[in-house]
Nanobody, 123 residues
Framework: QVQLVESGGGLVQAGGSLRLSCAAS????????MGWFRQAPGKEREFVAAITWGGGSTYYADSVKGRFTISRDKTKNTVFLQMNSLKPEDTAVYYC????????????????WGQGTQVTVSS
């Protein structure tokens, strides 16, 4: 049974930082690309960042480029999202996801999803 468990969300002031973690189990972690998505109230889910199975390439939405960094630790089967210079518009539920393919920007390409963690940025 595959499980993706996010943690690290919370309330932070604008300009602050948070580090999200996603622990994966029940799959061969090194065989999967990992992504982060987010969904704000009343809005559609959107792509945030992705990292290839080997960790050699990363991809970001324009809205977070230069502020967020995705990384993975193969020894811990965990993917991270370091979020700096947070803005109120970053407020959303953040989800991690895993896929065996290469369509990193498309949510429907991901095979497994976590339950999400809330990030709230106050102004």
């Amino acid at each position: 049974q595959v499980q993706l468990v996010e943690s690290g969300g919370g309330l932070v002031q604008a300009g602050g930082s948070l580090r999200l973690s996603c622990a994966a189990s029940g799959l061969i972690f090194n065989n999967y690309a990992m992504g982060w998505f987010r969904q704000a109230p009343g809005k559609e889910r959107e792509f945030v960042a992705a990292i290839t199975w080997g960790g050699g390439s990363t991809y970001y939405a324009d809205s977070v480029k230069g502020r967020f960094t995705i990384s993975r630790d193969k020894t811990k089967n965990t993917v991270f999202l370091q979020m700096n210079s947070l803005k109120p518009e970053d407020t959303a539920v953040y989800y991690c996801a895993a896929q065996a393919g290469t369509y990193y920007y498309t949510g429907s390409s991901y095979d497994y999803w976590g339950q999400g963690t809330q990030v709230t940025v106050s102004s």
